[in-house]
C-alpha cells in the first residue's frame, strides 16, 4: 500500500547515498551493507527529544508515527545580535534627543553666580553726560613776545615774581636799530632845513611881489590923476594930442601890467603853497618814521603789560633773540579757567553756554559753563574753556587736573540699564537676561542708545525689573545660554 511506504532523505557527509527507491524493493545486497548506517543516521534525525539514539524502540517509534517531523524548536530570547541593535537603536535616539535639545536650547555654559555682576533694568530720569579731563588755567594770561630781536642785555624780574604794569622786566641792545635811528633823525633834520629854507623864499618872493604891486598902484593913481587932468586940458585944446596920448598909454600900460603880476602872484602863490604842503607831508612822515624807530628802541625793553604774576620767563643773559621770540606769560589774578580736550565725535554737540558738574574737589562738587569752543581739531580731539560759576575750589592751583562730565542733554525718564564689561563684547546688540527662577540667563539681542558715566539708555528688547548679566562677556564664547551653578 501507499502509505506503508517509507523514504529515507539525503543524509549529507554519509559514506552512501540514500536510494529513491521504497524499502521493500531495495535489492537483498544493498539491504544488507547499509542498514547499520542507516539507523545511526536517521533514527537521531528523527528520534523525539529525551531519546537515545541506539535504541530499538526509539527506532519503531521512528519510523512506524513520524513524531520526530513535528517537533517545535525553541529560540532564545536574549541573543548577542539582538541586544547589539538594542543598544544601537539606544544610542540613536539618545544622539537624535540630544541634538533636538541642542538646536532648541542653543549652546549652553556653566558659570558661577558670584563671579557675575547682575544688575536690573529700571526706568529713571536719565540725562546724557560725556566725561572730559582739564587742567586748570589763569582766566587771563598775556604773552611777552619781543617786538624787536637783539642781546638780551638785563634781566629785572625772575620767573615767579608778581609784577605791575609797564614795570621792565629785561632789556635788549639791537645796533642795526639804533643806527638806523640816527640815519632817519638826519634825514628828518635834513628835510626840516628844506622846508624852512622854502618857506623863506617863498615869503621873500611874496615881499617883492608886494612891493612891486605897491610901486604899480603908486604909478597908476599918479598917471591917473595926470590922464584925468589932460584929458581935461586936451577938451580945451590946451596941451597937444600927443601928451595926452602919452599919459593916456602910460596910464594903460601900468593898469594892465599891475593886472598881469597880481595874476601871476596868485598862481605862484598856489604852486608854492602845494610844494610847501608837500614838504611839511615829507617832514610829518619823517616825524612819524622817527617816532616809530624811537618806539622800535623802546621796545628793547620788555615791559610788563599788565599786573599779575610773572609764571614763566625763558631768557639768559647774552642770549640773542629774533622778533617775535615768546619770552614768557603774565598771568592775571582775576580768577580761573580749565582747558580740556573733547573727542571730536562731540563736536557738533558741544556748545558754548553748556553745563558741567565737576567731580568731587574736596569733597564737594562744582558748577562749570562752557566759555569758549576752539574750532581746530588736532589729534582727533578739540578743546574747549570753562569758567567755574559761583564759588571756586578754594584750594585749586594753576596746572592742577579736574575732571568734570558736561550736560549734553535735559533729564527725561527712560529704561536704563547700569554700564559694564559687556559692552565691549556685544556693542550694545545683545545681553544676557536673567531668567524669573534665577537658574540661568539666556542671550537676547536689544537696542542701546544714549549713554551717561554711569548708565546707557534701553531703546529696545529689555523692561523694567528684569535682570541682566553686565559683566564682561569675554570667557562666554557668545553661549546662547549660561546655566548658573
Do not use: C
Amino acid at each position: 500500500m501507499e502509505r506503508n511506504k517509507t523514504y529515507i532523505p539525503l543524509v549529507k557527509g554519509s559514506a552512501s547515498q540514500a536510494s529513491p527507491y521504497p524499502s521493500s524493493s531495495v535489492p537483498a545486497h544493498m539491504s544488507s551493507e547499509s542498514e547499520p548506517q542507516k539507523k545511526s543516521s536517521i533514527d537521531t534525525l528523527l528520534a523525539p527529544r529525551g531519546s537515545t539514539s541506539g535504541g530499538s524502540s526509539s527506532g519503531r517509534q521512528s519510523r512506524g508515527g513520524g513524531e520526530g517531523m513535528d517537533r517545535k524548536i525553541e529560540k532564545k530570547t536574549w541573543t548577542p545580535k539582538r541586544i547589539g541593535m538594542i543598544v544601537g537603536g539606544v544610542a540613536f535616539i539618545a544622539l537624535i534627543a540630544w541634538g533636538l535639545s541642542t538646536t532648541a536650547g542653543g549652546r549652553k555654559l556653566n558659570v558661577d553666580l558670584e563671579r557675575l555682576t547682575v544688575s536690573e533694568v529700571t526706568f529713571e530720569p536719565f540725562q546724557e553726560m560725556i566725561p572730559g579731563t582739564g587742567n586748570v588755567e589763569p582766566r587771563t594770561t598775556v604773552f611777552l613776545d619781543a617786538v624787536e630781536g637783539g642781546r638780551i642785555e638785563e634781566i629785572f624780574v625772575l620767573e615767579g615774581e608778581t609784577v605791575a604794569k609797564d614795570q621792565p622786566i629785561l632789556r635788549l641792545s639791537n645796533p642795526t636799530l639804533q643806527l638806523s635811528l640816527l640815519q632817519t633823525e638826519t634825514q628828518r633834520i635834513e628835510q626840516n632845513n628844506r622846508l624852512e629854507d622854502t618857506r623863506f623864499q617863498v615869503e621873500q618872493a611874496a615881499l617883492r611881489t608886494q612891493q612891486d604891486i605897491t610901486d604899480m598902484d603908486y604909478n597908476i593913481r599918479r598917471l591917473q590923476r595926470d590922464h584925468e587932468r589932460n584929458s581935461a586940458l586936451y577938451e580945451r585944446q590946451l596941451i597937444s594930442a600927443a601928451e595926452f596920448e602919452r599919459t593916456r598909454d602910460e596910464y594903460d600900460y601900468w593898469v594892465r601890467r599891475r593886472d598881469l603880476t597880481t595874476r601871476a602872484w596868485s598862481q605862484d602863490s598856489l604852486r608854492q603853497r602845494i610844494q610847501i604842503d608837500q614838504m611839511e607831508q615829507a617832514v610829518q612822515r619823517m616825524d612819524e618814521n622817527f617816532d616809530i624807530i624811537n618806539q622800535r628802541l623802546e621796545n628793547l625793553t620788555l615791559r610788563a603789560p599788565v599786573a599779575g604774576t610773572l609764571s614763566q620767563l625763558n631768557a639768559e643773559l647774552g642770549e640773542l633773540k629774533n622778533s617775535g621770540f615768546r619770552f614768557g606769560q603774565v598771568d592775571v589774578l582775576d580768577g580761573f579757567k580749565v582747558r580740556a580736550g573733547i573727542d571730536e565725535f562731540h563736536i557738533s554737540r558741544v556748545q558754548r553756554g553748556q553745563r558741567a558738574i565737576t567731580n568731587p574737589i574736596a569733597g564737594q562738587e562744582y558748577e562749570m559753563i562752557v566759555r569758549r569752543v576752539y574750532p581746530e581739531v588736532v589729534n582727533s580731539r578739540f578743546e574747549i574753556d570753562l569758567d567755574f560759576v559761583g564759588d571756586v575750589p578754594p584750594s585749586i592751583r594753576r596746572g592742577q587736573t579736574v575732571r568734570f562730565r558736561i550736560e549734553m542733554s535735559d533729564p527725561a525718564d527712560a529704561v536704563v540699564v547700569s554700564q559694564g564689561g559687556f559692552f565691549q563684547t556685544t556693542g550694545g546688540n545683545w545681553i544676557y537676561v536673567v531668567d524669573e527662577s534665577g537658574d540661568f540667563a539666556e542671550k537676547r539681542p536689544i537696542r542701546l542708545g544714549r549713554k551717561n558715566l554711569e548708565v546707557y539708555e534701553v531703546t529696545e528688547g529689555l523692561q523694567p525689573g528684569e535682570r541682566v548679566v553686565t559683566s564682561s562677556y569675554d570667557t562666554f564664547n557668545e553661549a546662547d545660554r549660561l546655566v548658573f551653578r
